[in-house]
């Protein structure tokens, strides 16, 4: 090399005026106003959500830890109890099975919609300010969050106009389906995480697309290259989100999959030059994050199916949890214009997961015939229609009547897996997609100039408005005895021990749960609401087997009255307390029959010492 050659900063000097010309030295406010001034519009539509979710979750809001879902409290409760327990990871006090339910045998949180993810992440609130406030923040969170998601993937990757984007977030976010699901089910609502997983999919498949061959200057006809780093850094991406989503609510991931593959697969027909050129390089990087995400999620899997506690099937019957196909252009009943008459086609008011209403259903397809033949248009509708189809289960229903008609569900029914997802929650995928059509026929009108461009927005802002949600009602719920608000339990069981309520917590009647979540799951508690493997021959079910004790206090809370007790009801007492590892049994003043309950106890374990609002008994 010659010595007369130039040196960089001699050869350019300008070059190094124009670099420091380029950083960004006005101060951090300045820069934050100019960033918020660039996306007013984007953070408008946030908070339009942010308080619309607000709204409909407001009856919590006064007292989060003495008020609950009117329509759902029993899951609310299990919830709340899931929150606790996510929290004591920040505490080093977590395991995949934990001890602090179903005493001495523990609970398999893998094989229970544990929300572990969020519960960790909303761990310095919970133990702050409590699991109920927890829960709101979330119930409220998932829905604005999926809005919000759902309008940047439109927004951003579609090219959709703002107003096409919002009015598709909104529906994504507040639909029918999403506001039913809010009542207790945490694991279905937070959606926010789809648009993400929709996006990278999307982005690795245009960097593993070379393109169509082009000529050179030579004029010989080259094809063009996968642009591999960003296959990579999507893959990479991809495999975080699905691990993330796994330990939010598999169910979502296992419908958000079966939908996105139906696309596939149907927009690779339609396109079949694009298959060709993209599959190739789009099958090795979902290979790559499939390898990545079994780095971190192969043990966790393998706990939840053949772990301890661990359940490999699902407990609920898809004949029972089927879609009305009535029920498809009714009307929710948590919507403006629904009815309370409209319930009966479902299982109960946290499945209200079809209820589009025949406007919306109606305009649905005139959407889809008017914006023409296109590609996506044409995947969203098979998609659609085979999600739809499944959520009808093995054997249509229609108005409550069995029809000996079989559903399409009974082609998939008892796969792996697919037995874990009710069929009626295939239904909640029609959200997104009915929401996909709806933005690109509001976009295509918004650039025209005709009458569609205001007619095409008034219908489907007139189709939406039936079902624009309604706040969730609520109630309030017992206040949780003093002798746990208080820290008195410390005075009869140790940190990790085994307390025993009277009566003992049940699917059906899971409020002695709360004394836990109230004491950030501080100790253990026998029996309980969760799903174990205590089913025929080891099969999947709700709660356990009732001992002998537990058995006779239920009865007693039940129905009052005393009991004969004799020696051999006390040997089984001293049993079964050996059995739970008991430290300390607790009846509160505001048990049922508590007279009759408090004599009961006495005559098993001897007499009772009272500890602020309850007695007490050392085993």
Known sequence: MSSAAPTAPDAAPEQAFRLAERVDRRPRVTRLREAVR??????????????LAGWLTHGMWPDPAGRTLA???????????FLA????????????????????DGVNLMANTTVIALGVVFAPVTLLLGAPVSFALLAAANLAGTAVAWYLLFHRTLRARRLAAALGGGLCGFGPGMVSQTNSHLHMTAQWLVPVIVWLVVRLLRAADPGPATPDETGRVRPGGPDRRRMITSAAGLAGAVGAQVFIGEEVLFLAAVTLLVMAITYAVADRDLARRALPGFARGLAIAAGLSLLVLGYPLWFQFAGPQGVADGMFTPAYFSADLGSWWAVSPLSVAGSAEAARLTTGPAEYNTFLGWPLLLVTVACAIWVGRRRLVFACVVAGLVMGTLSLGPEVVLGGTRTALPGPYALIGGLPVVDGALPMRFALALLPIVATLLVLAVDRALRGTGRARRLVPLAVGAALLPIFPTPLPTIARPAVPEFITGGHWRECVPPGGVLVPVPLPTPKEPGPMRWATAADAAFSLPEGFFIGPYGRRGTAAMGTFKQPTSALLADVARRGGQPAIGDEQRQQAAWDADFWGASCVVLADDAPHVESLRTTLEQLYGPATRVADAWTWRV
């Open 85 to 104: 327990v996510d929290a004591r990871a920040l505490l080093g006090d977590f395991d995949l099975r934990t001890d602090r339910l179903n005493a001495p």
């Open 38 to 51: 660039r996306h007013r519009a984007d953070l408008l539509v946030a908070l339009v959500w942010v308080a």
């Open 71 to 81: 329509l759902n409290p029993e899951d609310q409760t299990l919830y709340e109890w």
